[in-house]
Nanobody, 124 residues
Framework: QVQLVESGGGLVQAGDSLRLSCAASGRTFSSYALGWFRQAPGKEREFVAG????????SYADSAKGRFTISRDNAKNTVYLQMNSLKPEDTAVYYCAARSASYHSTLAAHYGYWGQGTQVTVSS
């Protein structure tokens, strides 16, 4: 079992950058594939980025490609989401998620563990 805690959200202006962190408890962090999702008010939770267990495979939503970078540090039990060139439409609660598998998934239902979320607000 793993517990996830996100941090790093905040209020920024369009064009700014933020780095989200997600710290995990447990000794088996490296055995989980990880994902970042977001949910804006009135919208469904959507996939943002994912990273495989051995960080050899990354994927991004089209909205994140070229601007966001997912990475993980298994020694620190932490996954990151570097977000650059932020836009107002990136405003949402961002969640990290873990699944006990080698590869991540773009489907929220495939993840068994979730953090509480961190708010990102981008003003125009």
């Amino acid at each position: 079992q793993v517990q996830l805690v996100e941090s790093g959200g905040g209020l920024v202006q369009a064009g700014d950058s933020l780095r989200l962190s997600c710290a995990a408890s447990g000794r088996t962090f490296s055995s989980y594939a990880l994902g970042w999702f977001r949910q804006a008010p009135g919208k469904e939770r959507e996939f943002v980025a994912g990273i495989s267990r051995r960080d050899s495979i990354l994927s991004y939503a089209d909205s994140a490609k070229g601007r966001f970078t997912i990475s993980r540090d298994n020694a620190k039990n932490t996954v990151y989401l570097q977000m650059n060139s932020l836009k107002p439409e990136d405003t949402a609660v961002y969640y990290c998620a873990a699944r006990s598998a080698s590869y991540h998934s773009t489907l929220a239902a495939h993840y068994g563990y979730w953090g509480q979320g961190t708010q990102v607000t981008v003003s125009s």
